[in-house]
């Protein structure tokens, strides 16, 4: 428990996970520790705990779907790993010598547990948001006649990717992506207007016209004009407030364009000019959630490292604190790896 306290910004409460106990997800039960074990895959120890209401015993594992599914944390370690890098499902399985099938599976269920963390974590801590920045980027779904576009949301002062909407490029989608980050907003108060910038698309605008009228915003629309793929002019129209909201480095969509370069790079359905296009929306799904908290929770960000004040002094002293974006919009205490993911304890918020 201490653990994963100290990890995160918020105090996670455990609780039994075991579905055919009747104290399964309640809250007034005592979760004690209750030694450890290693299985014969990975010699990796496993906590195990004691319910004490359903005088029970069960292990960590059984805080994600990942439970039963006939694989060891290093391998799903390794899953997750491999996704990030850009690799197809089959060529995982390849990899692990494992059945593509099963290797499906185990994406699934990681993809699963990411998604109910980041909304756990960010409806848990509202998140303080200064400067957003909104884009989509396409590819093809089942074969090359439908487009399916993503719709990413970024925090750029923490380089924060808020969250991700799939489907086609119309002010619906938009709509849903902008309530979302409306929902991690919480009940915030904005004493500095909200900037926001996107390109030229007016689904943005429709959007943000309906879903933050009541939210203190100055928007900013960035339209490119291209003759032969040549970049010609870049005007500003600012569609909300002027130039005087839009200090220093702020108009632009530059740190969104290059968090769609990096997803180009990791998740393969995006990669241009290739065969790996998406097949079934639902691998889409997983592959982005996988990579989302690869890039928030996991790696650190260059641009977000602090100096240390006592630099110089030694000649291999420590100069820096590296930060991940979680840990700059202060939701975490440090970089979480993948483990972490699999048996922090979070009950699915049932609709
Ligand atoms: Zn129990």
Known sequence: MNL???????ELQLFCPRRHCPYYQSLDNKIVKDGKYKTKHD????QMFYCTEGKHRFSETGYCDL????????EYEQLCKLSCYGLSIDAIANVLGKDSRTVGIWQQSVSKKT???????????????????????WSYLKNKKHQLWVFVGLEVNSRFWIN????????????????QI?????????????????????????ALESVFNDINYVYLQIVKKRVKMRLVTVKKCFVKGSEADFKGKTQNTSYI?????????????????????????????????????????????????LPLANQGALKFHKKWIHQT???????????????????VPIIPVTH
Request: positive net charge; hydrophobic residues 40%.
């Open 325 to 343: 974006p979680a840990m700059a919009m202060g939701l975490t205490q440090e970089s979480l790896p993948w483990r972490f993911l699999f048996v």
């Open 257 to 305: 364009e290059r968090i769609n370069l990096t997803l180009r790079q990791h998740v393969p359905f995006l990669q241009r000019k290739t065969l790996g296009y998406c097949k079934k929306k639902a691998n889409f799904t997983d592959s982005l959630w996988i990579n989302l908290y690869d890039y928030n929770y996991r790696h650190t960000h260059k641009s977000l490292r």
């Open 67 to 74: 439970f039963c599914k006939h694989g060891s944390f290093k």
């Open 43 to 46: 010699g990796v120890n496993r």
């Open 164 to 179: 991700f909407e799939l489907g086609s490029r119309t002010t619906h989608t938009a709509t849903k992506l902008v309530t």
């Open 115 to 137: 998604s109910l963390f980041h909304n756990f974590i960010c409806l848990s801590i509202p998140l303080a948001m200064m400067f957003i920045q909104m884009d989509e980027l």
């Open 4 to 10: 994963i306290s100290r990890k995160l910004n918020i």
């Open 182 to 206: 409306k929902h991690y907003m919480g009940t915030l108060s904005q004493v500095i207007p909200l900037k926001i910038t996107t390109d030229k698309l007016s689904a943005y605008k429709n």
